[in-house]
T-cell receptor
Framework: DAGVIQSPRHEVTEMGQEVTLRCKPISGHNSLFWYRQTMMRGLELLIYFNNNVPIDDSGMPEDRFSAKMPNASFSTLKIQPSEPRDSAVYFC????????????FGDGTRLSIL | AQRVTQPEKLLSVFKGAPVELKCNYSYSGSPELFWYVQYSRQRLQLLLRHISRESIKGFTADLNKGETSFHLKKPFAQEEDSAMYYCALSGHASGSRLTFGEGTQLTVNP
């Protein structure tokens, strides 16, 4: 298995533009997580899905952020419109459902909003 | 509510010295505890979990329910151990969701 696959690896765009981050979880995993990592705030959980259903989106900063999981093998995190303070590394992770199951992380998308 | 605290944001030791990264948690039930490691500009990787009771790369961690701690230890640090370490907790009530600590940046000096 190739692991969790995220694209793009890097994104640089101007403020106000729409940004879409993509994630392919490990086949067979039914939980998917989106995190944001910054120097100031560390690792923050934005939203997670179980069986394609959003369970907890309380970490989503504001309405400019949205996430979807149309099927078991694909998820997107969208920011519209983007702002410079959204600059961060965004990680996707997946796991089998269950409390003792470890999460497997993707390589992350390094997002810079100018 | 569940909470994980890593009191040290930065920790610096010399090669060959013992190292301990502290982790304290707050959870009313029986938690599952994990340590994740992130080497420079790489993805987070699972280092170890308390239910496995294993030693990975010379690191061990013991769950102390009395002190609500899960400190990560290694008797002799190596330069390649330099990385960001995150302690994480999963509680039965939250399903597979993990709560991460703030992370500790470990630097092992030659």
């Amino acid at each position: 298995d190739a692991g969790v696959i995220q694209s793009p690896r890097h994104e640089v765009t101007e403020m106000g533009q729409e940004v879409t981050l993509r994630c392919k979880p490990i086949s067979g995993h039914n939980s998917l997580f989106w995190y944001r990592q910054t120097m100031m705030r560390g690792l923050e959980l934005l939203i997670y899905f179980n069986n394609n259903v959003p369970i907890d989106d309380s970490g989503m900063p504001e309405d400019r952020f949205s996430a979807k999981m149309p099927n078991a093998s694909f998820s997107t995190l969208k920011i519209q419109p983007s702002e410079p303070r959204d600059s961060a590394v965004y990680f996707c992770a997946s796991s089998s459902q269950g409390t003792s199951q470890p999460q497997h992380f993707g390589d992350g998308t390094r997002l810079s909003i100018l | 509510a569940q909470r994980v605290t890593q009191p040290e944001k930065l920790l610096s030791v010399f090669k060959g010295a013992p190292v301990e990264l502290k982790c304290n948690y707050s959870y009313s039930g029986s938690p599952e505890l994990f340590w994740y490691v992130q080497y420079s500009r790489q993805r987070l990787q699972l280092l170890l979990r308390h239910i496995s009771r294993e030693s990975i790369k010379g690191f061990t961690a013991d769950l102390n329910k009395g002190e609500t701690s899960f400190h990560l230890k290694k008797p002799f640090a190596q330069e390649e151990d330099s990385a960001m370490y995150y302690c994480a907790l999963s509680g039965h009530a939250s399903g597979s969701r993990l709560t991460f600590g703030e992370g500790t940046q470990l630097t092992v000096n030659p």
